[in-house]
């Protein structure tokens, strides 16, 4: 077995149902040029997985290149416009991301947002900030210094702030402490990100594995035909056992005592999967079965119970 696998190295993105309503709003707000967003979900659901997929495609989406800038909001205490402008332009690889003062590094980091816009003939520019909740009062003054330079250039600067559940209590805190330009530029629109809630949901990641997938590029071998060569080849999918999963899912739940099964994160259904997939792989043949007991087997080694245990 290659331990380069995506499946095993867990760097793959999969297409949910979840990762495409997400993408068709971000597609709404950037033709419409409307103001910002939020998205929110509990940690795990997949919502950084979730706008890097956005990040690598949505100019293709839309049919057009479009600026797209993923930055990861960092744990800090002491936030000055230095270090705030400073990890801005480190995220995109700038040469002088730490020479200057902090209005040097802004304005350096404004003309470069500018210069990408200005280079793919675009008018509009997006910019994903993913732990969002994490941003202080000060660092929104910042953005909308970003936002109105930018704007006075003929630029619209679309922000989608990404995070856990608290930015909806700030955004309530923002509306009546009467903060209302961090809400208009950046608070507008509310997209709420959620896990995999049905069989259907289940179906239709699962027939990303057995047709939607391909590893090494261009050999034209998916992630469930690179575990299952026999089996696939006779025809078996990943997806025509979704009902199976899905109960075998719901039963380790309930037997736990932890109630029924509303949703399960994209984190711990992927793990599940990947160890059914490396654990059938020694029994692979052209009648191939999946059992209900390798199915909670591979329940147990993921610890998915544990891992979702709060998230209904």
């Not at 390798?294 to 998230?311: E, P, V």
Request: aromatic share 12%.
């Amino acid at each position: 077995m290659n331990n380069e696998h995506p499946v095993l190295t867990t760097k793959y993105i999969l297409a949910s149902e979840a990762i495409e309503v997400l993408l068709n709003d971000v597609c709404t707000w950037v033709t419409a040029r409307q103001a910002g967003a939020i998205v929110y979900g509990k940690q795990r659901l997949g919502k950084s997985r979730a706008i890097q997929y956005i990040y690598s495609n949505l100019s293709f989406y839309l049919g057009q290149k479009i600026p797209v800038i993923l930055f990861q909001t960092k744990t800090d205490t002491k936030i000055t416009e230095s270090t705030f402008f400073g990890q801005l332009l480190q995220s995109e690889n700038h040469a002088f991301a730490k020479r200057g003062k902090g209005a040097d590094l802004r304005d350096r980091y404004i003309e470069y947002l500018f210069q990408l816009a200005k280079s793919l003939n675009q008018d509009v520019l997006v910019f994903i900030c993913d732990e969002a909740q994490k941003l202080k009062e000060i660092q929104y003054g910042w953005l909308i210094d970003i936002y109105n330079e930018l704007d006075a250039r003929g630029v619209k600067m679309l922000v989608i702030l990404v995070g856990q559940p608290e930015l909806m209590a700030q955004r309530s805190a923002y509306i009546q402490t009467r903060q209302l330009q961090i809400v208009g530029r950046f608070m507008t629109h509310i997209h709420e990100f959620h896990g995999l809630s049905s069989l259907e949901h289940v179906d239709r990641v699962l027939k990303c594995y057995d047709d939607g997938s391909e590893w090494p590029k261009d050999s034209g071998v998916t992630y469930t035909q690179h575990f299952l060569p026999k089996a696939y080849s006779n025809r078996w999918r990943l997806w025509q056992q979704s009902k199976i999963i899905w109960d075998c899912l719901r039963d380790a739940k309930q037997n736990a005592g932890l109630g029924p099964l509303k949703q399960i994160s994209m984190q711990a259904f992927t793990q599940v999967i990947a160890t059914i997939l490396i654990n059938a792989s020694d029994n692979d043949s052209i009648d191939f079965s999946l059992k209900k007991d390798m199915i909670f087997d591979a329940i147990d080694h993921s610890a998915y119970i544990y891992q979702d245990l709060y998230y209904d």
